[in-house]
């Protein structure tokens, strides 16, 4: 991945957010590891932002169980009885040496981040660009995840853009 003009948060939260795509056994790095990333890092515009609004890291990561425990369960799978059956066996966390590629909804938010740093006329790419990028997907997992936990894309924004205007990259 190309990191032009990334800030030292933003990158280390594409980092943290890979680490958060193996820990959580995803075979791509989605919107919602992005996000995940962006807590994880605990530093940065977007996290202020976040954490303004109530949002944790530990908070997120129950509501992204949640959701795949919803998922499995619609179609007849019990998270919660795969893992009691598994016993200490069960984990879902990818090897190290694996790839994890980007998903198309990840791809996507990068793309947007970049565009969010021009229309800002910023030469700078830090969290809070890479969470609008998150945001400029509706249909995403992260925007359902902030959904859930009682936060709209526009109370984002707008504490995105409060904190941006009183921290610089």
Do not use: W
Not at 28 to 47: K, P, Q, T
Not at 58 to 64: D, F, L, P, V, Y
Not at 75 to 96: C, H, K, Q, W, Y
């Amino acid at each position: 991945m190309i990191f032009t003009r990334f800030t030292d948060r933003s990158r280390e939260s594409v980092e943290a957010a890979l680490e958060e795509a193996r820990m959580l056994g995803h075979d791509s790095l989605g919107d919602e590891d992005l996000f995940l990333g962006i807590l994880r890092v605990d530093r940065g515009v977007a996290c202020e932002a976040l954490c303004s609004l109530g949002i944790t890291l530990e908070g997120a990561r129950q509501e992204s169980e949640a959701m795949l425990s919803g998922a499995l369960a619609s179609i007849g799978i019990s998270l919660e009885d795969v893992s009691r059956e598994a016993g200490e066996t069960f984990d879902m966390r990818i090897p190290n040496n694996r790839r994890i590629p980007l998903s198309p909804l990840a791809k996507k938010a990068l793309v947007e981040a970049r565009k969010e740093m021009r229309r800002g006329g910023d030469d700078y790419l830090g969290t809070e660009h890479v969470m609008l990028g998150i945001l400029r997907n509706q249909d995403g997992t992260a925007v359902r995840m902030l959904a859930r936990m009682g936060v709209s894309p526009e109370m984002l924004e707008d504490r995105l853009f409060e904190s941006s205007a009183r921290e610089a990259p």
